[in-house]
């Protein structure tokens, strides 16, 4: 197994199949009680924040074997977790805390039609009041597993 030195950069191999472990991780913190459509969107909306952020954890652009192109994902898994409501406050102060790259959703979104109302719902509320529904992280692993301590990984 193959650990990185640099965040989000990959090992220089000449097996594709080669096992990577990442120094860094993404992780996205759902609370426990969404709905199932709840969790998919929120979780898409969280991570399409962090490329633009972290513009290492983007790797590159794909093509099929015809040669359709495709955009870039994610050069590491994007690991999902679930947890209640205080443990999603928490996992967000130690987030602010360590200074992690981090993306938020919060109940007040599913109510909202467009981006400027989203940002505006969000900045409403004081960071300790806000409603959370939805955490994304990335930054070194460590870091990281401190910061979603206590959560369980998606059913």
Not at 124 to 151: E, F, M, S
């Amino acid at each position: 197994m193959t650990t990185l030195t640099a965040p989000g950069t990959a090992p220089s191999t000449d097996d594709p199949t080669a096992a990577v472990r990442f120094d860094t991780k993404i992780a996205v913190v759902l609370r426990d009680d969404l709905a199932t459509w709840q969790r998919l969107n929120v979780t898409a909306f969280l991570v399409s924040g962090l490329g633009t952020r972290a513009p290492e954890v983007v790797g590159e652009p794909y093509a099929d074997a015809d040669g359709t192109a495709y955009l870039p994902m994610f050069r590491q898994p994007v690991l999902v977790f679930e947890g209640s409501a205080g443990l999603l406050a928490s996992a967000h102060a130690r987030a602010v805390s360590r200074s992690l790259v981090r993306a938020v959703f919060t109940g007040d979104l599913f109510a909202t039609g467009h981006d400027a109302a989203n940002r505006a719902a969000v900045r409403a509320v004081p960071a300790d009041r806000l409603d959370l529904v939805g955490l994304a992280v990335y930054g070194p692993r460590n870091a990281v597993d401190k910061t979603v301590k206590g959560a369980r990984m998606h059913p």
